[in-house]
């Protein structure tokens, strides 16, 4: 008994510790975030200011929620990678690969060029209600595409591939009948950005992503039984379907929210499970919660980079995130097949 105890007992202990690790690294991006910039800033020299010196009103007004932005919109795309890849039981599942991103980008195009009159309340979610909207709707039909034959990895990078393509012709016809200020932006909101950071943009994303988040977490037990197939998670007690479902709406919730803020931004949700999975296992119990930390880590160290690589210029954040991911991809593909080889 206590030969068997005692493994469990230092696994749970490393995992402990890799989360608590994570939380004090992201307690370090974040200070390093807030400081960082075309104008250097650190806690000492404001503390030396009154509050309502300029220095302050930059670091609270534009630093801070953009700060929180990341972190917030880093965290809802790790646990819905982490969501999707546990739903599909296939680790090369993406938000961005599968295409669900692109649909949630095309219906928050659709709203731009084509606004509804609607309340000022209303109107500040209405790009996040037009991006879960398309998340939903590509979710779904990339869950049925998954469900039908066999070949489910081929299956579903191709249906990835094909609503990628569907999905950026339309957003381009879409750019084509738009006005000036319309397409610049498209073009700022398509490749990633976290410039438009604000204290209401913040509120409005972290009403939506944190408390799906925290969901996904209440679920993590039956998304461990979904590993071991439907009808062996059937027998064990668990609404397969009814899971699912709520599984995919709390991820498209995830991605529409995260797309509607601060545009496409790629590879998070793949990169960061993978190597949380490495460390951690393939508990969602401990796996969510460290690919959230994780993912709140990756896209602030990215969005610093991206604002001080080419400074007083700001790169946007979704290249930098795909010139991370896109590699880490390939080689996820040329090591599944060299295993299938051998």
């Known amino acids: 008994m206590s030969s068997i105890s005692t493994p469990l007992r230092q696994r749970v202990a490393n995992q402990v510790w890799i989360l608590l690790g994570l939380g004090v690294l ?3 991006l974040a200070v390093m975030a807030a400081n960082s910039g075309a ?3 650190s806690i000492p020299t404001l503390l030396h200011r009154p509050f309502d010196n300029e220095l302050w009103q930059i670091w609270v007004t534009i630093r801070l929620p953009r700060v929180l932005l990341a972190m917030v919109v880093g965290c809802g795309l790790a646990c819905s990678g982490t969501v999707m890849q546990g739903v599909f039981r296939n680790p090369l599942a993406d938000p961005g690969l599968l295409g ?7 219906f928050v195009a659709l709203m731009i060029v084509f606004p509804l009159p609607l309340l000022p ?3 500040l979610y209405s790009q996040m209600l037009a991006a879960f909207c398309g998340s939903l709707v590509i979710s779904f039909i990339v869950f ?5 034959g066999q070949h489910g990895l081929s299956r579903l990078l191709l249906a990835g591939i094909a609503i990628n393509a569907i999905c950026g012709a339309a957003v381009g016809v879409l750019t084509y009948v738009s006005n000036d200020s319309q397409l610049r932006q498209f073009s700022l909101w398509s490749m990633g950005t976290l410039g438009q950071a604000q204290w209401s943009t913040l509120t409005v994303a972290a009403t939506i992503i944190i408390p799906a988040s925290f969901a996904t977490q209440f679920l993590a037990r039956k998304l461990n039984l979904l590993q071991l197939g439907d009808e062996d998670a059937h027998y064990l007690g668990v609404n397969v379907r009814q899971t699912q479902r709520i599984l995919l709406l709390l991820s498209a919730l995830l ?3 995260c797309v509607a803020v601060c545009g496409i931004i790629g590879f998070i949700g793949l990169v960061i499970p993978h190597l949380l999975r490495m460390q951690v296992g393939a508990d969602h119990r401990w796996l969510l919660p460290g690919s959230a930390l994780g993912g709140a880590c990756l896209l602030l160290l990215a969005d610093t980079l991206a604002r001080t690589v080419v400074a007083p210029a700001e790169m946007p954040v979704g290249l930098l995130t795909a010139l991370l991911g896109g590699p880490y991809f390939l080689w996820l593909i040329l090591r599944a097949g060299g295993q299938r080889r051998d």
């Open 100 to 106: 669900i991103s692109s649909g949630a980008a095309l």
């Open 255 to 257: 991605v529409g929210a």
């Open 39 to 41: 104008l250097a800033l």
């Open 121 to 123: 309340v209303m109107a």
């Open 144 to 148: 049925m595409l998954s469900r039908m």
């Open 26 to 28: 992201l307690i370090v």
